[in-house]
């Protein structure tokens, strides 16, 4: 094992990957190789206050190959893989779900091949250190009725997007690695994250770039699927204590228990925007709401139980929605040349062949 015990991230360069570089670099402080094939998701800028800090080593490639992941590993002896690399927007898994099943599932399955081999060279003491976190979602337990329990880890998994699907089916193959194999597994299944650098896809960051320019704000359905919202830093934290102290081959559901209607988020993000980037031209936000056509297979609640961790672990979020959704907007209303760089012409091409059939109802 490196004597400064070094850990490898895959898929650092995205949302909360580069997160979690950037607060494992300030909070634990020991070296991270960050490997990511920096799809339209991965963004070298999220990482700009690391650039000239040797505790962050960048490699550009994919969890696919497994030889490259293999001699990584050799090279850097990390003491773990902390494994976040994956296509994570539901709605672009709905049009192209090939990709979702290539980096979900066979690329997961890559990395577990070359970590397992891995694993088998390091002594006795170093297996003992060694940790496989797999980072997942709580949308592999399917949706909630309004009254129905939150999700426990023993709810039954039930994927109902290609996303969702994908997920599951890495998160069984991490169990089966632990199982068949004994490569000392977690695996932590995490609902909506919000905060810095997340890609303007997804309904919060794309509410508040909409809404400060005075365009549509497309709300799908009638609004009321409801989501359990974390800010992004507090997954980081979660994920820090499992990775620590989590019992082998265990999973960790990670919750904000933030529960909001998506209507309510983006009447939030307009009262926000109206306060803190107010525009006689635009006039209130709340105007630019515009119900369009549903997702398919539009899960109705999400919602997580989050005893285990707590009671296991001590982990409880330190952000509440009110004050991290208003860090947020802020953040975003700071950092426009980081959203410049983002909305290239690929972004802009996704938010035409997305919206363009979801006329407003
Ligand atoms: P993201 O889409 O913002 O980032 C994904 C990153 O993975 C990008 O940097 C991308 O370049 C990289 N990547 C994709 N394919 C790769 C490949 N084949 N090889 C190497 N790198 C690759 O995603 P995110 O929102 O930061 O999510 C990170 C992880 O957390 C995912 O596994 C996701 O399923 C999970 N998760 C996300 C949320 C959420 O709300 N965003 C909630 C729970 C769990
Ligand atoms: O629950 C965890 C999951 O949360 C993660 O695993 C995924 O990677 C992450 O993308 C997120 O999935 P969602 O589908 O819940 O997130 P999204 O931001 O795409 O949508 C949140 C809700 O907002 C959902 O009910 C759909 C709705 N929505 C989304 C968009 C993009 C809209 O109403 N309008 C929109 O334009």
């Not at 890559?110 to 250190?129: M, N």
Request: hydrophobic letters at 35%; one cysteine or more; glycine letters at 8%.
């Amino acid at each position: 094992m490196s004597r400064e015990d070094s850990i490898l991230v895959t898929g650092g360069a995205g949302f909360i990957g580069s997160n979690f570089v950037l607060t494992w670099i300030r909070e634990v402080g020991s070296t991270v190789i960050n490997l990511d094939s920096l799809t339209y998701a991965g963004n070298l800028n999220n990482l700009q206050s690391l650039s000239e800090n040797s505790k962050h080593i960048f490699v550009h490639g994919d969890i696919a190959d497994e030889e490259l992941v293999g001699r990584l590993l050799r090279e850097h002896k990390p003491r773990a893989i902390v494994h976040f690399a994956a296509e994570s927007h539901v709605d672009r898994s709905i049009v192209g779900p090939g990709a979702f099943v290539q980096t979900n599932v066979i690329g997961t399955f890559a990395l577990l091949q070359a970590a397992k081999a891995y694993y088998l060279e390091l002594s006795a003491e170093e297996q003992q250190q060694f940790r496989f976190l797999h980072v997942s979602t709580d949308e592999v337990y399917g949706t909630l009725e309004p009254n129905d329990p939150a999700f426990s880890e023993t709810t039954p998994y039930a994927p109902n997007s290609p996303y969702a699907a994908s997920k599951a089916a890495s998160d069984h193959l991490v169990r089966a690695y632990f199982h068949t194999y004994k490569l000392p597994v977690l695996t932590t299944n995490c609902s909506n994250n919000y905060g810095p650098y997340q890609f303007p896809e997804k309904l919060i960051p794309l509410m508040i770039l909409n809404g400060l320019e005075g365009k549509p704000l497309p709300v799908y359905g009638d609004g009321k699927n409801v989501r359990d919202w974390l800010f992004v830093e507090d997954h980081c934290s979660a994920i820090r204590a499992v990775l620590e102290h989590g019992r082998l081959g265990e999973t960790y559901n990670i919750g904000g228990s933030s529960e909001k209607a998506n209507i309510d988020v983006v009447t939030t993000i307009c009262d926000l925007l109206d306060e803190l980037a107010p525009s006689t031209e635009i006039g209130s936000r709340q105007k630019l709401i515009a119900y369009v056509n549903d997702r398919p297979g539009h899960d109705r609640r999400y919602a997580i139980d989050a005893r285990k961790i707590k009671q296991e672990l001590g982990w409880e979020p330190a952000e509440r929605f009110e004050s991290g959704i208003r860090k947020t907007v802020a953040w975003f209303l700071a950092n426009q040349e980081w959203v410049e760089n983002v909305r290239s012409g690929a972004y802009q091409q996704w938010i035409e062949t997305n919206y363009a059939e979801r006329v407003a109802r």
